[in-house]
């Protein structure tokens, strides 16, 4: 069965620190990797995607892809309090198929 | 530009009775997504579909689930008879599937069910 991890938080951070968001997945083959933003009571959205090994770059975001350790990262610099909600983990196994979802990090970043 | 459009935003009823949610992907895209999301389970697959025909509907709980899509506008996500473990909150989301790949999704504002 295909899973996708992360720590379910909360993770706090001061407002102005770096944020760091993991996630492992369990298929080897998963071909993209997706991070999306959930603000209390509101839907998904997203915020980066990322499809090879290294980093990309997006603002005061980062994603992080290390497929041999099947690990994705989100960085956040220069958190604001506004960045504080749950970040939710996304996975495609092969193309043509939908997304499978971590069940999300909680941050809080405090002023 | 609207987004997905979904309805009702809530909706409260009693064990027994039918649930019909209903989504209206963004104009354009070919590919409709139904996930429900709790606390203890996150966020779920239940069905997507691409070009109005059903792609997997392994995550459809049981046989008191069923959904269609009878047009590239409209979709109905349909739960008879509803039970207490269903309330949750459900999203509708669509995209545009271009070759062998579904580019970003965009989520609905979900529909919360609690089921008394």
């Known amino acids: 069965q295909k899973e996708v991890e992360q720590n379910s938080g909360p993770l706090s951070v001061p407002e102005g620190a770096i944020a760091s968001l993991n996630c492992t997945y369990s298929?080897?083959?998963?071909?993209?990797f997706f991070w999306y933003r959930q603000y209390s009571g509101k839907s998904p959205e997203l915020i980066m995607s990322i499809y090879s090994n290294g980093d990309k770059e997006d603002g005061r975001f980062t994603a992080q892809l290390n497929k041999a350790s099947q690990y994705v990262s989100l960085l956040i610099r220069d958190s604001q309090p506004s960045d504080s909600a749950t970040y939710l983990c996304?996975?495609?196994?092969?193309?043509?198929?939908?997304?499978?979802f971590g069940k999300g990090t909680t941050l809080s970043v405090s002023s | 530009d609207a987004g997905v459009i979904q309805s009702p935003r809530h909706e409260v009823t009693e064990m027994g009775q039918e649930v019909t949610l209903r989504c209206k992907p963004i104009s354009g895209h070919n590919s409709l997504f139904w996930y429900r999301q709790t606390m203890m389970r996150g966020l779920e697959l239940l069905i997507y579909f691409n070009n109005n025909v059903p792609i997997d509907d392994s995550g459809m709980p049981e046989d008191r689930f069923s959904a269609k899509m009878p047009n590239a506008s409209f979709s109905t996500l349909k739960i008879q008879p509803s039970e207490p473990r269903d309330s949750a909150v459900y999203f509708c989301?669509?995209?545009?599937?271009?070759?062998?790949?579904?580019?970003?999704?965009?989520f609905g504002p979900g529909t919360r069910l609690t089921v008394l």
């Open positions: 989301a669509s995209s545009f599937k271009r070759g062998g790949s579904y580019n970003e999704q965009f």
């Open positions: 298929d080897r083959v998963s071909q993209s």
């Open positions: 996304a996975v495609k196994w092969q193309a043509g198929t939908a997304l499978i």
